[in-house]
Every structure is written in structure tokens, then in C-alpha cells.
């Protein structure tokens, strides 16, 4: 049997092993292995765990990702998002559904401190939900907003999944973050306007609301402030070339730690959250892990290089090619979390697209692909019938129908291919803003 055989039977193996739910990291740990054997026996695999795992573990880029999630953690801790999604509301709250798009650049604000699409929903969920049912917003529209908004954690930087993207394609982190900028910003504003265009054709979904008043207004402001000036800090810090990522992210948690004991934080919750980041980020290391030893697997096969040889061969148009691996992607987003799906597909696909012209650099075709990748694969997290975002946020919402949520994600759907469409027609909207650093 030849060694492609072999990759696509581990491929199908590993595919089915998550299907029975075992655990990705497992999945892809029990298929590398294996199939290094049946290809090269079991002392080259030996001599490759001797150092090949290790060298992946101890990269230093990799210490960003439990700072950032430290941060989040302690971002959620210390009210932080109770004060964000505040602070939204004292500036969107007095328009019909201002509620719902408060959720969203709750969302959003929040993100940019937590990076996770998963821990925004369920965090912003707990906070916004409760007021959204108390000003008598729909069910559909409620669970929906907070399904949605919670996307932006991924692709809102700094993301944990972003800096993943850039260590397996060797691209540049902080240029990673910057080139997710502009499409963050404009996935909350698509958003924002997917609220104002339902709530006009569903009045009924959205009660009037009074203007806040101008001092609680200020008060908001005021206690969102330390938020504000931590994500300056963090961000401006990457952008201006002041910190590293990695010395932007200790920054942040020395910056989100302050606040959180200003705020009271007690000697238990400081242990939770610190028990809570080594969990999330021995996960995470498993995870990559077991991709590392999947991925050294597949270079012995040589499929993805025979995949984009076959396909540059062909002479498909790129955008064809290009449509088929972002459909691929939404459909896998069905039923795998992002960073699961980053790991398990990029090693296969970026060859591919790196074979094709865009009529761009290879360094922008890879940034520009990588940032077109995490917005499909956040939409995977909110489509019909398996949307992870959508189970999370119904989950808190006792007694909505689940139907009635993903009834609710329909025009934040409609809003993200819009925005896809636009991304891939103009990818100066993406890398366009790299030429000005």
C-alpha cells in the first residue's frame, strides 16, 4: 500500500474516531502514530517523539496563549463584562433594539480581552441576557444576538486562534492581528445592522426604550475605562511595535490582575481562574500536540503536496478552489470546535492555496487566507443544524425552544456571507492595511 493510501485511510480513521467522540487531541495522536508506523516503522517514530513534540511545546511564541487566556479569565472574574456590555449599552441603548446591538459591541469589547468565540458567548450570555429578557425582547432575537456576537471573540485580537494560524503557516503574529482589524470592526457594524434591519421588520420583537440618562451614561463610561485602557495598551502596544505579542499579553494580565483585585477579587476566585488557565491551556497543548505528530505523519505521505500539485494542475479558477475550501470549512463548523479544525486542516490546505494566485504576495495570500478562514469557521459555530454558539447561549437560556435560537441567527448569518463575499472581492480590505506599518 502507498503511502498517500495510507494518509487518506488515517484521514477517514482519525474522522471517524471523532465522530464516535473521542477526544481530537486522541484522535489525531492514535491516526499520526499509527500511520507513521505503517509507514516508516516504529523506531523513526520514536526517534521523532524524542525531539519533535518537545520543539513544538517549548516555542516561544506558544507563552502568549495562556496569558491571553489567563486575561480572559480574569477579565470575566472581575466584572469586567458586566462593566463592557454597560458601557455599550449607555451608547446604543436608546435606539429601537439598542439592547441587542450593546450585546454585540459587548461581544466585541469583550473579545478583544478574551479571544475565545466559545468563552465570549457564554460569559456576555450570563450578563446580557438576563437584561434583554427583562426589557421584553423575543426569545429568538435575544439568544440570537448573543449566539452571534460571541463569534467576534475568534477574530477580534488579540485571538488565541489567530496566533495558532500564524505559528503553523510562519506568519508574522503581530501583522496577523492587524489584518484582522478591519474585518472584525466590520463583522460587529454587519451585525449592528442586521439588528436594526429585523427589529424594523419585526417591531413586535423589539420594545421602545427611554434614553438613559446623561450622568448613569458617564458613570458606565467610567467604569468601563479600565477595559478601554487595557485593550489600548495590549493592542496599541502590538501595533506601534512598542511590545511583542507576548510581552503585550503580560502586560494585560498584570494590567486585567490589577483591576480584578481593585474590584475585590478574593484569594478563591484568584485560584479558580488560575486552575481554569491550566486546564484551557493543557487542552490547547494536547491539542497541539497531538496536530505536531498528525502533521509529521502527513509530510511522510506527501498527500497535501500531491493535493495542491493535483489541484494547481487542473486549472480550476482559484476563487473555485478557494469557494470549495470554505464550504468544507462551514460544514465542518457544524460539529468541531475552531481551533480543532485550524489544526486538523490547515497542514492540508494552505499548500493548496499557496499554490494558486490571487494576484498577491505569498506572506499577504497567507494573511489575507488565514483571516477568510477564521470568519468561515466562526460561521460554522452559529449554522443550522449544529451550531456550538448556538447550544451554548440555548443552554443558558432556560426554556427557549431551540428552534426559536436558530430561527434568531438567520440575519446574523445573512450579515457574514455578505461580509465573506466582500472580504474575498476586495482582499485590500483585509491585507490593505499591512502597507501602512
Not at 483585585?261 to 487542552?283: E, I, N, P, Q, Y
Request: charged share 10%; with cysteine; proline share 5%.
Amino acid at each position: 500500500m502507498d503511502a498517500q493510501t495510507i494518509g487518506t485511510l488515517a484521514i477517514a480513521a482519525m474522522l471517524g474516531m471523532m465522530a464516535l467522540r473521542i477526544p481530537i487531541a486522541v484522535a489525531m495522536l492514535v491516526a499520526g502514530m499509527g500511520g507513521y508506523v505503517a509507514i516508516a516503522g516504529v523506531v523513526p517514530l520514536l526517534a521523532y517523539l524524542k525531539t519533535g513534540p518537545f520543539a513544538v511545546i517549548s516555542n516561544y511564541s506558544l507563552s502568549v496563549v495562556p496569558l491571553f487566556l489567563l486575561m480572559g479569565n480574569l477579565a470575566t472574574r472581575s466584572g469586567l463584562s458586566r462593566a463592557l456590555f454597560a458601557a455599550a449599552n449607555a451608547s446604543l441603548g436608546s435606539f429601537r433594539g439598542g439592547l441587542a446591538m450593546a450585546a454585540i459591541g459587548g461581544c466585541a469589547m469583550f473579545g478583544a480581552i478574551c479571544g475565545s468565540s466559545l468563552a465570549t458567548a457564554a460569559t456576555m450570555g450570563r450578563v446580557a441576557l438576563p437584561e434583554m429578557k427583562r426589557y421584553g425582547y423575543s426569545d429568538a432575537l435575544a439568544t440570537g444576538t448573543l449566539a452571534a456576537g460571541g463569534t467576534l471573540g475568534i477574530l477580534i485580537p488579540p485571538s488565541v486562534v489567530l496566533v495558532i494560524y500564524a505559528i503553523i503557516t510562519e506568519q508574522n503574529v503581530a501583522k496577523m492581528f492587524l489584518a484582522a482589524f478591519v474585518p472584525g470592526i466590520l463583522a460587529a457594524i454587519g451585525y449592528m445592522l442586521a439588528i436594526a434591519v429585523y427589529v424594523r421588520l419585526h417591531p413586535e420583537a423589539v420594545p421602545a426604550s427611554d434614553p438613559m440618562p446623561a450622568r448613569e451614561r458617564w458613570q458606565a463610561y467610567r467604569q468601563a475605562s479600565p477595559a478601554a485602557a487595557i485593550f489600548v495598551m495590549v493592542i496599541g502596544g502590538i501595533y506601534t511595535g512598542v511590545f511583542t505579542p507576548t510581552e503585550a499579553a503580560a502586560f494585560g494580565v498584570v494590567g486585567t490582575g490589577a483591576v480584578a483585585l481593585w474590584k475585590g477579587m478574593r484569594l478563591d476566585d484568584v485560584l479558580d481562574v488560575f486552575v481554569a488557565t491550566a486546564v484551557s491551556t493543557a487542552m490547547i497543548f494536547m491539542i497541539l500536540l497531538g496536530a505536531d505528530i498528525f502533521n509529521a505523519f502527513l509530510a511522510r505521505t506527501q498527500l497535501p503536496q500531491a493535493l495542491a500539485e493535483a489541484v494547481s494542475g487542473s486549472g480550476a479558477h482559484p476563487y473555485l478552489v478557494l469557494g470549495a475550501i470554505l464550504l468544507m470549512y462551514l460544514l465542518l463548523g457544524c460539529v468541531m470546535d475552531s481551533l480543532s479544525m485550524i489544526l486538523l486542516t490547515i497542514p492540508i490546505f494552505f499548500p493548496v492555496v499557496m499554490a494558486l494566485d490571487f494576484g498577491m504576495s505569498e506572506e499577504l495570500t497567507a494573511i489575507w487566507f488565514g483571516i477568510i478562514t477564521l470568519i468561515v469557521v466562526e460561521v460554522g459555530l452559529i449554522t443550522p443544524p449544529v451550531g456550538m454558539n448556538v447550544f451554548v447561549i440555548n443552554r443558558l437560556a432556560q426554556g427557549v425552544p431551540i428552534t426559536a435560537t436558530f430561527r434568531g441567527v438567520l440575519p446574523f448569518l445573512t450579515s457574514d456571507f455578505i461580509r465573506v463575499a466582500i472580504l474575498i472581492a476586495f482582499p485590500v480590505l483585509t491585507v490593505g492595511i499591512l502597507r501602512l506599518f
